[in-house]
C-alpha cells in the first residue's frame, strides 16, 4: 500500500495543476496590467499629445458637437477657409467608438480623457484578442497570455498611441486572423462573416494603409491554404476558399461605401491625389534601426512628458524625431531570447512548418519593405503594383512584424512549456552560454565608449547608450536565468509562468510606462487667447468673416496665434489648420512681393496678425481691404485649363480683384452689362441670412445681371440652388466660388449633397442588410444542427 501511494504522490507532482488554467482568471491579469501600464492617462493625470492634441481631439470634438445638434459632419468650415470632415477617412465620424462621443459632451466640448479613454481601450481589447488568437494556435494559457502582451504592448503599439486611428486599426487584427483560422478548421462561413465585419471596423477606424496590409498578410495566408488544398485535391474546399475570400473583400468594402466613396473624392482633389517616390518613401526606417530590436531606446525618445528624463532622440541617420514613432522594432528580451529557436525547431522538425515559415516570411517582408529608400523592395513595389504606390511611412508596415514575432516568440515559450525534452536540446547550455558571451562582450565594447558616435558632440549621449544597453543585458539574464531554472527543473510550471508574466510586465512598464503621459492638458492648450476667441466668437454673431492667425517670417519659421486646429474648438473660421489630407486648391494666388493681401482679401479675411519681435508680442490688426463673404460681381475674366497662364494673370497688376472674377470655364447662355467704370458698377443688395456648416441661405437682389461670389472653398459636393432651381456652380478665382445670377429678387441655397455619400449609402445598407440576415441564417442553421445531433 506504501509504494501505491508513492506512485500516485509522483503522478500528482508530475502533473501540476495549472492555476492560469482558467480564462476569466488570464483575462483578469491583462486587465490588471492594463489598468496599471495606463492608470496616469485614465485619471486624467497625463494626457497624450502630438497628432491627439492638434488633429484628433479637435476632429472628434467637433463631430461630436455637429451630431449631438442633429446635423451630420459633413463639412469643416473653420479650418483652411473649409474643408471636407466626413470624408476625411482619420476624422473616422461612422466607426462607433467615436460616434458614440456625441452623447458625452459637456457645453459642447469632449473631454479629452473621454478621448485618450477611447484609445486605451483598444489596447485593452487588442490584448483580449490576441489572447484567444494564442488559443486558437492551441497554446497554453500562459503562452496566451506572453503572445497578447507581446504584441499589444510592443514598441509600434505603444509609441503610436498618439496616433489614434493607426492604433484602432491594429488592435482589430488579431480578432480578424482568429476568424480566419477558426474559419479553416471548421469551414463554417459564418466566421467569415464575422471577419468581414471586424475587417469592416478597421476600415472605419480610419487608416487605410492597415487595412492594405491586412489584406496583403491575409491574402499570402489563403493563398498558401489554397495551394495545399489543390496538392490535396481538396477542390471542393478550394472553392469554399475563393468564395469567402470574395465575401471578405466584399462586406467590408459594401458596408463602408458610405464611408470610402466620399473619402475616395476627397483624396482625388486632394494633395495626396499623386505623389511620387521621394514622398512615397518617407518614414523609411534605416539599417541603424535595427539596433532598436535590442535596445528600443538607444537613439533616445520623442515625448511630451515634462518629466522624463530619458535623453531626446538625437539620430542623425533620421528623417527627424518623428521618425521615433516609426522605425522601433523593439517587443521584448524574451523575443530575443525565443524567436530565433522556435524558428529553428520548425526549420528541422517540419512542424506547422508552413504556417510558422509564413509568419518568419512576414517578418522577412515587412523588415525589408519598411527600409523604404534604404532598400529596392518598396520602390520595386511602388513602380510594378497597383495600391502599394498610394502610401507613404513605409515603416508602418512593422505592426506585421510585430505580431509574426510575438507569435513565434510565444511558440518558442510553449515548446519550452509542452516540449521540455526538445526545449532543453533548443536551449542547452551551450546556447545560453553563447548569448551571454555574445552580448556580454557587447556590454563591454558599449561601456568603453567602442560605439560612441563620432559625429555627435553632446556628451550625455554615450553615458545614455551604456545605460539603455545595461538595461537590456539585465533583463536579458533574468529572463534567461528563469527559463534555465525551469529547465532545469529549479522551479515548476506554475511559478514559472507567473514569473515570467510579472517579468515582461515589468520590462514593459520600466521602458514604456511613462512614454505617453504627456503634461499638458489639450482643453488647457485650446484655451489659450481666451479673450481674443471671445472678442472675434461674439464679431461672428453679426457678420462672417475670417482670421489668419499665422505669421510667417522672411527670415524663416512662423509664429501662431491660436493652435493649428483651435477653429474647430472653438467655432472661429480660420484660414490655417492641420490635417493629412487638404484639398490642392487652397488658396487664390497673391501678386507678387504684395505679402497676403489679395489672398486675404478674397479669403475674407478681416484680422491679420501682426508679430513684433522686438517687444515679444502678437495682436490682431484690422484687414481694411477684405472682400465680404458674399458679394455680387458683373466682370468677369476666362482662361481655361490652364493653370500657368491663370496664375500669371492673378499675380499680375493688371487683376483687379475687386472687380474681376476669373473662371476656367466659358460660362454659356449669360448676359452681363457693359461696365464703363467702376462707378457705374449696378446696384446690388446681398447678404447671408443663415449659414450652417453644409447649408448656406443668401437673399440676394441685384439690379443687373451678374454673378454672385461666394468667399468659400471650391468643391464638388456642394450645390447651388436659386429659388428652389440647381444652377451651376463656376470655380472661380482658382479655389472659389460663384454662381449666375440674373438681375431681381432671389433666395440662393448652397447645400452639401454629396453624391458619392448617396451612393455609398445605399451600397452600406444593402450589404449590410445582406449580412446580417447571413448571421441570422448560419446561426439558426447550427442551432438545428446541433438540436439534431444532440437528439432533441
Not at 541603424?288 to 515634462?306: A, R
Not at 512548418?353 to 529596392?376: E, Q
Not at 497597383?386 to 509574426?404: D, E, M, Q, T, W
Amino acid at each position: 500500500m506504501a509504494k501505491v501511494k508513492t506512485k500516485k504522490l509522483i503522478v500528482t507532482l508530475t502533473h501540476e495543476k495549472d492555476i492560469l488554467e482558467n480564462v476569466w482568471l488570464c483575462i483578469g491579469i491583462l486587465f490588471v496590467f492594463w489598468l496599471i501600464l495606463f492608470s496616469q492617462l485614465l485619471l486624467g493625470k497625463a494626457f497624450l499629445w502630438d497628432d491627439f492634441a492638434q488633429q484628433y481631439y479637435p476632429g472628434k470634438t467637433m463631430t461630436a458637437v455637429m451630431l449631438n445638434s442633429g446635423e451630420f459632419p459633413f463639412w469643416n468650415p473653420y479650418t483652411f477657409s473649409g474643408m471636407p470632415l466626413f470624408a476625411d477617412l482619420q476624422i473616422a465620424v461612422l466607426y462607433p467608438f467615436n460616434y458614440i462621443l456625441k452623447f458625452f459632451l459637456s457645453s459642447d466640448q469632449l473631454s479629452p480623457v473621454l478621448l485618450q479613454f477611447t484609445i486605451i481601450f483598444h489596447y485593452l481589447i487588442c490584448s483580449i484578442f490576441t489572447f484567444f488568437l494564442g488559443k486558437q494556435l492551441k497554446f497554453s494559457n500562459i503562452s496566451s497570455i506572453i503572445t497578447a502582451i507581446l504584441f499589444t504592448y510592443s514598441s509600434y503599439m505603444i509609441i503610436h498611441m498618439i496616433h489614434m486611428p493607426l492604433v484602432e486599426a491594429v488592435a482589430w487584427f488579431p480578432l480578424i486572423f482568429l476568424l480566419w483560422l477558426k474559419y479553416v478548421e471548421t469551414r463554417k462561413y459564418i466566421f467569415i462573416l464575422f471577419a468581414g465585419l471586424s475587417m469592416t471596423l478597421c476600415i472605419l477606424s480610419g487608416y487605410p494603409q492597415v487595412a492594405f496590409f491586412n489584406y496583403l498578410f491575409i491574402s499570402v495566408y489563403i493563398l498558401i491554404i489554397f495551394i495545399s488544398n489543390i496538392k490535396e485535391k481538396d477542390f471542393r474546399f478550394c472553392r469554399q476558399l475563393v468564395i469567402s475570400f470574395l465575401l471578405f473583400l466584399i462586406i467590408p468594402f459594401g458596408i463602408a461605401a458610405i464611408q470610402l466613396l466620399p473619402a475616395n473624392e476627397f483624396v482625388s482633389l486632394s494633395n495626396r491625389a499623386t505623389f511620387d517616390y521621394e514622398f512615397a518613401k518617407q518614414g523609411s526606417i534605416h539599417p541603424l534601426d535595427f539596433f532598436t530590436f535590442f535596445v528600443p531606446k538607444v537613439f533616445g525618445v520623442w515625448s511630451e512628458n515634462s518629466e522624463l528624463t530619458d535623453i531626446k532622440y538625437w539620430a542623425k541617420h533620421s528623417e527627424g524625431i518623428f521618425m521615433f514613432s516609426i522605425s522601433n522594432l523593439f517587443i521584448s528580451v524574451l523575443t530575443v531570447i525565443l524567436m530565433i529557436p522556435a524558428i529553428v525547431y520548425t526549420l528541422r522538425k517540419k512542424e506547422d512548418y508552413k504556417f510558422y515559415i509564413f509568419l518568419t516570411g512576414v517578418i522577412v517582408f515587412a523588415l525589408l519593405f519598411a527600409l523604404g529608400g534604404n532598400f529596392f523592395l518598396q520602390k520595386l513595389l511602388f513602380d510594378t503594383l497597383p495600391v502599394f504606390n498610394r502610401f507613404r511611412n513605409p515603416g508602418h508596415i512593422l505592426y506585421l512584424y510585430s505580431f509574426s514575432a510575438s507569435i513565434l516568440t510565444a511558440y518558442g515559450l510553449d515548446l519550452i512549456l509542452k516540449k521540455t525534452n526538445v526545449a532543453k536540446d533548443l536551449f542547452s547550455s551551450k546556447y545560453f552560454i553563447f548569448l551571454f558571451s555574445l552580448f556580454g562582450f557587447i556590454l563591454i565594447l558599449v561601456i568603453s565608449g567602442f560605439f560612441k558616435p563620432a559625429d555627435i558632440q553632446n556628451k550625455d549621449i554615450q553615458p545614455w547608450i551604456s545605460k539603455q544597453y545595461t538595461v537590456y543585458f539585465v533583463f536579458l539574464l533574468l529572463f534567461a536565468g528563469l527559463i534555465l531554472l525551469y529547465l532545469k527543473e529549479k522551479i515548476r510550471k506554475n511559478l514559472f509562468g507567473v514569473l515570467l508574466i510579472i517579468l515582461l510586465c515589468a520590462e514593459i512598464y520600466y521602458i514604456w510606462g511613462d512614454l505617453n503621459n504627456g503634461s499638458r492638458n489639450p482643453e488647457t492648450i485650446f484655451s489659450q487667447n481666451i479673450q481674443d476667441t471671445k472678442k472675434f466668437k461674439e464679431e461672428l454673431k453679426t457678420e462672417y468673416f475670417r482670421i489668419s492667425m499665422r505669421k510667417y517670417f522672411p527670415e524663416g519659421g512662423s509664429y501662431s496665434h491660436f493652435q493649428r486646429n483651435q477653429g474647430m474648438i472653438d467655432r472661429i473660421p480660420l484660414i490655417e489648420g492641420y490635417g493629412a489630407l487638404l484639398i490642392n486648391r487652397l488658396y487664390p494666388f497673391n501678386k507678387i512681393n504684395d505679402e497676403s493681401s489679395q489672398t486675404h482679401d478674397l479669403m475674407n479675411v478681416k484680422y491679420d496678425i501682426v508679430v513684433d519681435k522686438n517687444k515679444k508680442t502678437a495682436s490682431f490688426q484690422l484687414n481694411q481691404g477684405y472682400l465680404p463673404r458674399v458679394k455680387m460681381f458683373y466682370e468677369i475674366k476666362v482662361i481655361e485649363d490652364d493653370t500657368t497662364a491663370l496664375r500669371k494673370y492673378m499675380e499680375s497688376k493688371e487683376y483687379d480683384y475687386k472687380k474681376t472674377l476669373v473662371f476656367e470655364k466659358n460660362p454659356v447662355n449669360i448676359s452681363l452689362p457693359l461696365l464703363k467704370d467702376s462707378l457705374s458698377m449696378p446696384k446690388s443688395n446681398v447678404k447671408i441670412a443663415e449659414f450652417k456648416n453644409d447649408r448656406i441661405f443668401i437673399e440676394a437682389e441685384t439690379y443687373e445681371n451678374g454673378f454672385l461670389f461666394l468667399s468659400e472653398v471650391y468643391y464638388p459636393a456642394w450645390k447651388a440652388f436659386i429659388d428652389g432651381k440647381e444652377t451651376e456652380i463656376y470655380k472661380t478665382d482658382f479655389s472659389l466660388r460663384s454662381i449666375y445670377l440674373e438681375k431681381g429678387i432671389h433666395k440662393v441655397e448652397f447645400i452639401y449633397e454629396s453624391d458619392s455619400f448617396s451612393k455609398g449609402k445605399l451600397i452600406s445598407i444593402f450589404i449590410l442588410s445582406l449580412t446580417l440576415i447571413s448571421i441570422i441564417f448560419f446561426s439558426f442553421k447550427e442551432r438545428i444542427r446541433k438540436n439534431i445531433n444532440s437528439g432533441k
